[in-house]
């Protein structure tokens, strides 16, 4: 089976976290209840799937962490109403762009995880972290052990 980098980055970082006591789970999908909580950022949305999502069963921290192939972002806002801390993951990037990307996660107050030609994993830029609606604090935690749940099964 060949992998992605993307799923070698995710499976690299679960097994740091599972050795760290967190929680964690991959494609997480959540359903966007707009009675519960509406963003533009969701504008036409059905749902949004994070690349990895976890737990600190210490702090009850949620943290999602989506992961590309360099440090370009997108998208990650779409995410941020859903978890106390946002990461991208990717491998260590050097590109001309490097700079602009790490004041614009910065500015939104996502962090950065990158993986070296060691294959070590580095956290370049912390996450802020954010309180998020009750509600979607509680959807969210549901539905992460409930996956955790069933792929234990």
Not at 44 to 60: M, Q, S
Not at 86 to 100: A, G, H, Q, T
Request: aromatic share 10%; glycine share 4%.
């Amino acid at each position: 089976m060949v992998l992605t980098i993307e799923q070698e980055l995710v499976e690299t970082l679960a097994r740091k976290w599972l050795s760290e006591g967190k929680l964690v789970t991959a494609e997480l999908t959540i359903p966007i209840i707009n009675q519960i909580y509406y963003d533009n950022y969701l504008e036409g949305r059905d749902y949004v799937r994070i690349d990895l999502a976890a737990l600190d069963k210490e702090t009850g921290e949620i943290i999602f962490v989506e992961a590309e192939n360099g440090l370009y972002l997108q998208h990650p806002q779409i995410y941020l109403p859903f978890c106390h801390s946002l990461y991208i993951l990717c491998p260590k990037d050097d590109s001309s762009f490097r700079e602009e990307q790490v004041n614009w996660s910065k500015s939104q107050g996502i962090g950065i995880i990158e993986k070296n030609e060691d294959g070590e994993l580095m956290e370049s830029l912390e996450a802020e972290f954010r309180k998020i609606n009750p509600a979607v604090e509680a959807f969210v935690k549901s539905r992460l052990l409930k996956k955790i749940e069933k792929e234990r099964k």
